[in-house]
């Protein structure tokens, strides 16, 4: 079955800290690819997404993500966190010819101030 | 825009009870998603809808487990009879396009605790 892996249950990180959380999936065709946030007492909302063209993709708040194909990989990161950035991140893929979501289990994020 | 909208927040119920979750999309969303999340555990796709049919049901856990979108509005979902293991938060998405990829719009979700 396709799974996502993310590495980081849990970070810790003082502000101005850069971050990187580490995401992998096992699916070897076309996916699409997604970071969400859920910050505390908020939805779920999408950070950044990837469908083709550059593997570099930029979202919201400061964060980006780098598609390696060859690594199965789809690493997350932001230079430098804030305190707001503390939320639980997901990762998340959608192979060709689904809709559905699947999802890493989550790394919660906690920066202090 | 009002976002996706999920009732009850919060349901405490006993093993062997129903209980029905309601998820009202963003108008217009003609795809609405079903997804649970156990506690400690990732978020598990149940079942997709494209307007009232039913698109993709292969993640709904068993027959326990019911699922309806009448006249392509709202959805509801229902877990009859309710099982220890169906507690979790249960979150509804929509996404506005039957035609093309996009993203999906999260509710707040529905925490399901079954005692």
């Not at chain 1, 505390?40 to 950044?48: A, E, F, K, S, T």
């Not at chain 1, 980006?64 to 305190?83: C, D, G, M, T, Y």
């Not at chain 2, 079903?34 to 149940?46: A, D, T």
Request: net charge neutral.
């Amino acid at each position: 079955a396709q799974s996502v892996s993310q590495h980081n249950h849990h970070v810790i990180l003082s502000e101005a800290a850069s971050l990187e959380l580490g995401c992998n999936y096992s699916y070897g065709g076309t996916v699409n690819l997604f970071w969400y946030v859920q910050y505390p007492g908020q939805h779920l909302q999408l950070l950044l997404k990837y469908f083709s063209g550059d593997p570099l993709v930029k979202g919201i708040k400061g964060f980006e993500a780098e598609f390696i194909k060859s690594k199965f990989s789809f690493n997350l990161r932001k230079p430098s966190v804030q305190w707001s950035d503390t939320a639980e991140y997901f990762c998340a893929v959608i192979h060709t010819g689904r809709r559905a979501l699947t999802f890493g289990s989550g790394t919660r994020l906690q920066v202090q101030p | 825009e009002a976002g996706v909208t999920q009732f009850p927040s919060h349901s405490v119920i006993e093993k062997g009870q129903t209980v029905t979750l309601r998820c009202d999309p963003i108008s217009g969303h003609d795809n609405l998603y079903w997804y649970r999340r156990v506690m400690g555990k990732e978020i598990k796709f149940l079942l997709h809808f494209v307007k009232e049919s039913k698109q993709d049901e292969s993640g709904m856990p068993n027959n326990r487990f019911l699922a309806e979108r009448t006249g392509g509005t709202y959805s509801t979902l229902k877990v009859q009879p309710a099982e220890l293991e169906d507690s979790g938060v249960y979150f509804c998405a929509s996404s506005p396009s039957s035609g093309s990829l996009s993203e999906q719009f999260f509710g707040p979700g529905t925490r399901l605790t079954v005692l």
